[in-house]
Nanobody, 126 residues
Framework: QVQLVESGGGLVQAGGSLRLSCVVS????????MGWFRQAPGNERQFVAA????????NYLDSVEGRFTISRDNAKNTVFLQMNSLKPEDTAVYYC???????????????????WGQGTQVTVSS
């Protein structure tokens, strides 16, 4: 069965950087649109970033544009989220997600994703 495992979260000071990784098993990551979502305490799950199966198109939450970069390494079956200039409001559990491509699917709609990881905690201190 398809499994997604996130890693790379932790505690970092404001202005610092983290790189999250998501290793996919059971299905080639090259066949999926991959995304990152996050959920802070008391808030709904929020779209962060997505990348197409080909890597030719990306989407970002406005508040992370220019600070976060999503990428993929199909040979390693892994997707990454490089997070720079982190802010306290970035604190959340970050989830990796995979979407079986359909023309009607949105890169930012969580209900359009088929596979989910367990999440990794990112905490940004002031």
């Amino acid at each position: 069965q398809v499994q997604l495992v996130e890693s790379g979260g932790g505690l970092v000071q404001a202005g610092g950087s983290l790189r999250l990784s998501c290793v996919v098993s059971g299905r080639a990551v090259s066949t999926l649109r991959m995304g990152w979502f996050r959920q802070a305490p008391g808030n709904e799950r929020q779209f962060v970033a997505a990348i197409t199966w080909s890597g030719g198109s990306t989407n970002y939450l406005d508040s992370v544009e220019g600070r976060f970069t999503i990428s993929r390494d199909n040979a390693k079956n892994t997707v990454f989220l490089q997070m720079n200039s982190l802010k306290p409001e970035d604190t959340a559990v970050y989830y990796c997600a995979g979407q079986i491509p359909r023309f009607t699917d949105s890169p930012s709609r969580d209900t359009d994703y088929n596979y989910w990881g367990q999440g990794t905690q990112v905490t940004v201190s002031s």
